[in-house]
């Protein structure tokens, strides 16, 4: 049974803190990583993906993947309230739909 | 449309009757899911449609659940003899580039009462 870890949160910052929110995984064969952002209300969407050890940088968003650790986390530099949301970890295997499962999902709130 | 369109919004029914939610993908987009989500839970995998064929549907809790994709384009999920334990926004995604990059409709929200 693969298995996605998540702290629901919630996660409180200050505006224009760094967020860091982690994620582990049980499945060692899972070879892609990936974060949504599900707003209340709303349909999960794709802000992150990451493939390989090591740091990936997209604007104020870092994900970063130690597979050896079976971890996976996100930063959110300068945070903001348009931020505040739920951020899904979701972890692919090497199959051919790469069928996601995901985390329970961690509970982002930016304060003003 | 631009976007995954998925019908009913929102479907109310009774314990035990039989229930059909409507997935439009992306044009192009080959794959399509279905994942069931429930209150304050992460999306759980159903099942994974490669043009008309379900190439997965290992995530299907039962043979209650059942879906079809018959011209590659849209996907029915059928659900007999409903149960309350259904209650969950199910969610449809498609995706043409990276697999796991998935691009979600707005759901179905199905509550049995």
């Known amino acids: 049974q693969k298995e996605v870890e998540q702290n629901s949160g919630p996660l409180s910052v200050p505006e224009g803190a760094i967020a860091s929110l982690n994620c582990t995984y049980s499945d060692r064969v899972s070879q892609s990583f990936f974060w949504y952002r599900q707003y209340s209300g709303k349909s999960p969407e794709l802000i992150m993906s990451?493939?390989?050890?090591g740091d990936k940088e997209d604007g104020r968003f870092t994900a970063q993947l130690n597979k050896a650790s079976q971890y996976v986390s996100l930063l959110i530099r300068d945070s903001q309230p348009s931020d505040s949301a739920t951020y899904l970890c979701?972890?692919?295997?090497?199959?051919?739909?790469?069928?996601?499962?995901f985390g329970g999902g961690t509970r982002l709130m930016v304060k003003p | 449309g631009a976007g995954v369109s998925q019908t009913p919004s929102n479907k109310v029914t009774e314990k035990g009757k039989y229930v059909e939610l409507r997935c439009d993908p992306i044009?192009?987009?080959?794959?399509l899911y279905w994942y069931r989500q429930s209150l304050g839970q992460g999306p759980e995998f159903l099942i994974y449609?490669?043009?008309?064929?379900?190439?997965?549907d290992s995530g299907l809790p039962n043979d209650r659940f059942f879906a079809v994709r018959p011209e590659g384009s849209v996907s029915t999920l059928k659900i007999q003899r409903t149960e309350r334990g259904d209650s969950a926004v199910y969610l449809c995604?498609?995706?043409?580039?990276?697999?796991?990059?998935?691009?979600f409709g707005e759901g179905s929200r199905l509550t049995v009462l």
């Open positions: 449609f490669q043009g008309t064929g379900a190439a997965d």
């Open positions: 979701a972890v692919g295997g090497n199959n051919a739909g790469n069928m996601l499962t």
């Open positions: 995604a498609s995706s043409s580039r990276s697999p796991g990059e998935l691009f």
């Open positions: 990451i493939y390989s050890n």
């Open positions: 044009s192009g987009h080959t794959a």
